[in-house]
């Protein structure tokens, strides 16, 4: 009985169109369904809240107004699945994506991708990146069957926008101005160490550093990745991924220890 | 025996190696400025976007559910500060299509 109570309950509160639960019950008759509705508005409240707090530069692109719209239309279509409300709003990038009225903001979506990114960064594990020193201990020799271990924290949020340049506008990294240089932006992002870092990488490094989390030695990274990009520079590559604290373990699997 | 791999698709090994040592060691990194390592993890201080629960928001009783965030209500523009970026088709304009 307490089941489909709580069902009954749990139903109505995500679905203004369904009648107050009829166990539920006030001093006075009329009452139930008003104090039920204070309940309704607060689920609802709760819940915009927790995506305009991981999406808050998605929020100041379209104003609050419309955000609420969306928010709302969202949380009818995804209600959690978790408890975690700072994971909460997975699906919403996408969601945007399909969402016809904000479809003249042709970045918003990537941009939404972005922030949720930004807050599986933050509570990604944690892991001490590796010093720079040990690239020195390596013989050129070697290099091309190097296998790199990157950061948990680690994402590449592809985009044809310039979002990094986006984001770092809103976020009040960089002045407010006109975007004069509008091109593709990958966006990585990461969290060496306590606070989320979010840079736009060169050419190429996206395709790098798949290759790279995927397992696969850095020679056979490279090749990726000048595929991707003819322009693909190793050496500035190379000093990113310990200027930026993305690598946390590294091993030397030559092909001779590879065969039987 | 295996050859030594000295070239990854037209690229030098060595010289990238070089090159990285050179720029992770240089004063004036062309790289991205190493981030400063923190140590201490604090508690109760995190920012809104970035706390563990959404507890507190929320708890105002306005009580409005119907009048509020009503789908059926739709009258909004998106709006903000994007409409100073210029993108490939002109200046930003975010009127949505009605």
């Known amino acids: 009985m307490y089941a489909a109570l709580q069902r009954d309950f749990a139903e109505a509160l995500t679905d203004p169109g369904r009648a107050v639960p009829k166990d539920i019950a006030a001093c006075h008759a009329d009452d139930a369904a008003r104090r039920f509705s204070i309940y309704r508005n607060n689920v609802a409240v709760a819940l915009i809240d927790a995506l305009a707090a991981r999406f808050p530069v998605t929020q100041q692109i379209v104003g609050d107004d419309f955000f609420k719209i969306l928010a709302h239309l969202f949380i009818a279509a995804h209600p959690p699945a978790s408890p975690l409300m700072m994971f909460y709003g997975e699906d919403f990038p996408g969601f945007i994506a399909s969402f016809e009225a904000a479809k003249d903001i042709a970045y918003l979506p ?20 590796l010093d720079a020193a040990v690239l020195r201990a390596i013989e050129a020799k070697d290099l091309g069957d190097v296998r790199f271990s990157l950061h948990p924290s680690v994402e590449i ?10 984001l770092a506008m809103h976020m009040g990294g960089i002045p407010l101005a006109e ?10 992002v990461s969290r060496p160490y306590l606070d989320v870092d979010i840079r736009c990488l060169p050419p190429g490094s996206a395709a790098f550093l798949h290759a790279l989390s995927g397992g ?8 990726y990745a000048v595929a991707a990009h003819s322009d693909f520079d190793l050496g500035i590559n190379l000093a990113l991924l310990f200027n930026a604290g993305l690598v946390t373990s590294l091993s030397i699997v030559s ?3 590879m065969s039987p | 025996m295996m050859t030594v791999k000295t070239n990854v698709a037209g690229i030098s090994l060595a ?19 190493p ?12 920012l809104k976007a ?9 708890t105002s009783c306005a009580g409005t559910s119907k009048a509020d965030y009503d789908p059926a209500a739709w009258k909004y523009v998106a709006k903000g500060t994007c409409e100073t970026i210029s993108t490939p088709k002109g200046m930003g304009s975010l009127k949505a299509k009605s």
Request: charged share 20%; net charge negative; glycine share 6%.
């Open chain 1, 179 to 188: 975007i004069t240089d509008w091109q593709s932006e990958d966006a990585l």
């Open chain 1, 110 to 129: 990537d941009i939404a991708r972005l922030e949720a990114a930004r807050t599986r960064a933050y509570h990604a594990e944690d892991a001490a990146p």
């Open chain 1, 157 to 166: 949020i592809a985009s044809a926008y310039p979002i990094v340049t986006i």
């Open chain 2, 50 to 58: 970035q706390n563990d629960c959404a507890a507190g928001a929320g």
């Open chain 1, 216 to 223: 696969h030695t850095l020679a056979q990274a490279v090749e």
């Open chain 1, 255 to 257: 092909p001779e220890d």
């Open chain 2, 35 to 46: 981030a400063q390592p923190t140590m201490d993890k604090c508690y109760g201080v995190s």
């Open chain 2, 15 to 33: 010289g990238s190696l070089a090159t990285a040592l050179a720029l992770l060691s240089g004063p004036a990194s062309a790289g991205p400025a």
